[in-house]
């Protein structure tokens, strides 16, 4: 006899209660192998985000997406861990120069990533653009270059929570993606089973993001930071600008090259910046306080990990990178200051040039993408370069051009511009070092 039905544990939630440990890990355990069904769980699902959790309903959910899957386990690396998750944004590329700059200061960065869907592009899609690339590799292999390397980017395998991977595909489907439990327990549920030893959490906020607003970033931010502690995963949040696309760059090969340039101590500032933050949380979380990111940065170590990292998994990093066949240039149409340009619009402009996918199964133009070339801030003259579409199939010109319509603003020249800091909020307990 099973020691709960579909039925009561939709009716507690649906009235209000807190779901009991039992219900729960026999509710996503059931849901797991087909014996509750999806409309049942969709029933749960709006149920949930209706009424909430409390912090012992959300972390026992994350712990039953967990136990539905394998648990990775690094302990016999001879360094720390660290991973960073970012909540997804556009022009988001920290992760590439990030994982080798970390690796080179020591600490081992398993970096389980997945494909882009919809506007915010995907960490595997930008590092399949150069040429020999692989994303899937074995545990044994992921280990092995861990040790050998210090840091991998690869394709999350099936066997990591796949309550989560049915589950998320049905919230998606159901307008039940936006509930905090069920964002949080999901993020978490995969980082927890992947292993790592200290976590970093980029939580987006602003128009490209998936949280619009700071104070339900700042909850998500919240209610992660406690799954993972009580986890054992030294985790903190930083809740990031997501107003403003980052960087000059959002495609997949140019985002790459972008990634290149920081890696060889350039680059545009604002990714440097948030490179170096999440560099500095990730080596405080691992316990590794006596070296500075940004002398691994200027003295070309980050970028010998970034090469070795892609020779290991069959790139060729001196390979040239694709570029699209045809391109469009947006020029300034008078004098001023660039005092708006909106990530949502740059997001959905690259996405229709090809760079992202409409369905899962869709494949991604290397090439494709949007060139900014004047960020907020910027004095701009008339007829400058504002933007450079890109992509090999023109007929989506159009489309691209009506996202971007709206997307900016020029305002009178000397108009004073008041950026909000990227950095916005810290979430967490361990401090890095301050230089
Ligand atoms: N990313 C995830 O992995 N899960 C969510 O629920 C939302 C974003």
């Given at each position: ?219 998500l931010a919240e209610v992660m930071v406690a799954l993972g502690s009580n986890a054992g995963v030294t985790t903190v949040a930083l809740l990031t600008d997501m107003d403003v696309p980052l960087g000059l760059t959002a495609g997949n090969a140019i ?6 340039e920081v890696l060889a101590g350039g680059g545009p500032p604002d990714v440097v910046e948030l490179t170096l933050a999440l560099a500095r949380e990730m080596l405080a979380g691992a316990g590794v306080t006596d070296v500075d990111p940004a002398d ?140």
């Amino acid at each position: 006899m099973n020691a709960h039905d579909a039925v009561e544990v939709i009716s507690t939630k649906r009235d209000g209660g807190a779901l009991s440990r039992s219900q729960i890990s026999w509710v996503v355990d059931a849901y797991t192998k087909g014996v509750v069904a999806d409309e049942q769980m969709s029933a749960l699902a709006m149920a949930i985000l209706l009424n909430g959790m409390d912090g012992r309903e959300i972390a026992d959910w994350t712990e039953a997406m967990i136990a539905s899957g394998e648990r990775m386990d690094f302990s016999t690396l001879s360094r720390p861990t660290a991973d960073k998750h970012s909540t997804g944004g556009v022009g988001d590329k920290i992760t590439l120069p990030l994982a080798p700059l970390v690796a080179a200061c020591g600490v081992a960065v398993p970096q389980l990533s997945g494909r882009g869907l919809g506007h915010t592009g995907g960490t595997l899609d930008k590092l399949e653009s150069i040429p020999g690339w692989r994303a899937t590799l074995s545990n044994e292999e992921m280990l092995a270059q861990l040790e050998s390397v210090g840091a991998v980017i690869c394709a999350a395998g099936d066997g990591l929570a796949p309550a989560d991977r049915k589950l998320y595909a049905l919230r998606d489907v159901t307008g039940t993606v936006e509930a905090i439990p069920l964002i949080a327990s999901s993020i978490m549920s995969k980082k927890i089973a992947e292993g790592t030893g200290a976590l970093v959490l980029d939580v987006k906020v602003g128009s490209g993001a998936f949280m619009k607003d700071v104070d339900r970033a700042r909850e998500l931010a919240e209610v992660m930071v406690a799954l993972g502690s009580n986890a054992g995963v030294t985790t903190v949040a930083l809740l990031t600008d997501m107003d403003v696309p980052l960087g000059l760059t959002a495609g997949n090969a140019i985002e790459v090259a972008e990634s290149v340039e920081v890696l060889a101590g350039g680059g545009p500032p604002d990714v440097v910046e948030l490179t170096l933050a999440l560099a500095r949380e990730m080596l405080a979380g691992a316990g590794v306080t006596d070296v500075d990111p940004a002398d691994r940065l200027a003295d070309g170590s980050a970028m010998d990990a970034w090469k070795a990292m892609i020779r290991a998994q069959g790139g060729d990093p001196d390979a040239p990178l694709p570029t699209a066949r045809e391109s469009h240039v947006v020029t300034a149409d008078a004098g001023g200051v660039l005092t708006r340009l909106d990530a949502l619009a740059v997001g959905i402009a690259a996405w229709r040039l090809g760079a992202g996918r409409e369905r899962k199964e869709d494949p991604v133009q290397a090439g494709a993408g949007v060139v900014w070339h004047a960020r907020p801030g910027d004095a701009v003259t008339a007829g400058q370069p504002l933007f450079t579409l890109l992509t090999d199939t023109p007929e989506r010109f159009d489309r691209a051009l009506a996202a971007l319509d709206g997307g900016y603003r020029i305002d009178p020249p000397g108009t004073s511009y008041d950026a909000r800091p990227l950095v916005i909020d810290r979430v967490g307990e361990v401090a890095p070092v301050q230089r």
